[in-house]
């Protein structure tokens, strides 16, 4: 059994996010405790989920005055397109690989959320955003200008 599990500190107090995280947080510990049959198949389903839960966090974004090129989106972008490229080298056959990069997640996952979903959990709160239905409560706290960057560096302060 893996090492790696929901915690209490992930936890932004949104469920919306912490449901995404407890998924991918039990999806990299299948794919750790996988063993060569099915670790792909565990990475596969890691990588899907992965796909959806950065999509749905930058549709909130972009719903809320992030632009589309924000950095936390950036950063989305860039994991998955390293995820996608260990699927397809485990699929050549190396699953080293693969073991390595979920051993990685357990690393990056819990800064990730420190560190960007933090504030977008704040960002969403402070504007009211309902992520069922999209309705944002308090427009009046949205951004005067749309959000490219973050207080993370490097990316700086907010413009």
């Not at 950036?74 to 699953?95: C, F, N, P, W, Y």
Request: one cysteine or more.
């Amino acid at each position: 059994m893996s090492s790696f599990t929901w915690s209490p500190e992930m936890s932004l107090d949104m469920p919306a996010l912490d449901a995404l995280h407890t998924e991918c947080t039990d999806l990299i510990a299948a794919v750790l405790d996988a063993c060569d049959n099915t670790v792909l198949a565990a990475w596969d389903r890691l990588v899907a989920h992965t796909a959806e839960h950065f999509g749905q966090e930058d549709r909130w974004m972009q719903a809320t005055g992030f632009a589309p090129n924000n950095c936390h989106s950036s950063q989305h972008a860039t994991v998955l397109q390293i995820m996608r490229e260990g699927a397809e080298k485990g699929a050549q056959g190396d699953l080293g690989i693969v073991r390595q990069m979920a051993h990685e997640l357990t690393v990056w996952l819990p800064h990730h959320i420190d560190a960007m979903d933090a504030g977008l959990a704040q960002h969403l709160s402070e504007v009211g955003y309902d992520t069922a239905t999209g309705h944002i409560s308090k427009p009046e706290m949205l951004p005067q200008n749309i959000v490219s960057s973050c207080s993370v560096e490097p990316c700086g302060e907010h413009h």
